[in-house]
């Protein structure tokens, strides 16, 4: 799910807490030692997702953790794109740099701006994903 505001709506805001659940609480984000990354530099985007993000200037995105999924939130002057990644639709490659796939789409953030801090973010998501993996196991997985 991609939406492409200039400030988030009600109804776009409840749309995201069905879809990859309500951020998590204040106590879990302190257990979790923080949801959230330092922006990174995008180096590349898929082609279905240049016509939010302008190629020709510098761009920066974040990633948030949710109890269901990721968001990545990358703000550009006043407009802000936030792209809606359920656990069960990521995919993530280790490249050069951080490269994460869903949906058809694809975001792949610069090695350079890669930091230890944004690298326990990615931990961070891995094992939430894990989790969310183990307790919701796909279909063929279950012994009827």
């Known amino acids: 799910m991609i939406i492409n505001s ?3 709506k009600k ?3 409840k749309k995201l807490n069905e879809f990859i ?3 998590f609480s204040v106590l879990k984000k302190i257990r979790l030692k923080g949801v959230k990354s330092k922006k990174i530099k995008i180096q590349e985007v898929s082609p279905n997702l240049r016509q939010y ?3 020709a200037k510098t761009t920066y995105g974040h990633i948030e953790l949710r109890p269901k999924g990721i968001l990545i939130r990358v703000n550009k002057g006043l407009q802000q794109l936030i792209w809606a990644i359920p ?7 280790k490249t050069p740099g951080l490269n994460i796939h869903a949906q058809g ?3 792949l953030f610069e090695h350079d701006s890669i930091k230890p801090k944004t690298l326990s973010i990615e931990k961070k998501m891995m094992k939430q994903k894990h989790l969310f993996d183990h307790n919701h196991p ?3 997985s ?3």
């Open 53 to 55: 993000i302008e190629e």
């Open 11 to 13: 109804k776009d805001s």
């Open 138 to 140: 796909p279909i063929e």
């Open 142 to 144: 279950i012994d009827l």
């Open 87 to 93: 656990y069960y639709q990521l995919y993530v490659y």
């Open 6 to 8: 200039h400030r988030l």
């Open 105 to 107: 789409k694809y975001i």
């Open 21 to 23: 659940g309500k951020p």
